[in-house]
């Protein structure tokens, strides 16, 4: 869990690198702002703060690797540089040339694997995701999330066994 200064400064750079932005809605059920999170790419400030700040929620967790959906390539590579841990990530589907894996990266059964996600949009590609990882003899110990927008995806998943 952050605390209250870094969840501000993380809304301040957000902000200022013009990830986040306000929108008038018809629908009640909207929220009145977006986050752009693909944005975090061209912010190396940013990218790094966020990089800090995932770290320190999962760094006392006893792991061998980090993955990152093919989405959260950027940012699950970040964590990887900044703190010197390998790395692996998961495609959203198979190439249809090489060698045509799901998981891509030196990984080993039964390796403990801590996940890196921007956010849950869909719990089920999620889901989706961390069965690939499993169906690949790797083991979970937690999925580290960036945002939640607060729509229950977060309880979703946990809801299904895993640690977020």
């Not at 400064?9 to 013009?18: A, H, V």
């Not at 540089?81 to 030196?106: A, S, T, V």
Request: a neutral charge.
């Amino acid at each position: 869990m952050l605390d209250l200064n870094s969840k501000q400064k993380l809304i301040d750079l957000l902000y200022q690198s013009g990830a986040i932005t306000f929108t008038k809605s018809k629908n009640s059920d909207s929220l009145p702002y977006e986050i752009k999170l693909q944005y975090l790419t061209s912010q190396p400030k940013t990218l790094r703060f966020v990089a800090e700040l995932l770290w320190s929620s999962f760094k006392n967790e006893t792991f061998d690797l980090i993955a990152g959906p093919y989405t959260d390539i950027p940012l699950a590579t970040t964590v990887s540089l900044e703190y010197n841990w390998p790395m692996i990530f998961i495609r959203g589907e198979k190439k249809q040339y090489g060698m045509g894996k799901l998981i891509e990266g030196n990984y080993k059964t039964n390796q403990k694997v801590i996940v890196i996600d921007e956010e849950i949009r869909d719990p089920a590609d999620t889901l989706q995701v961390l069965g690939r990882l499993e169906g690949s003899g790797l083991n979970i110990v937690g999925l580290y999330v960036l945002v939640d927008r607060g729509l229950g995806n977060i309880e979703l998943i946990k809801n299904k066994g895993y640690k977020c």
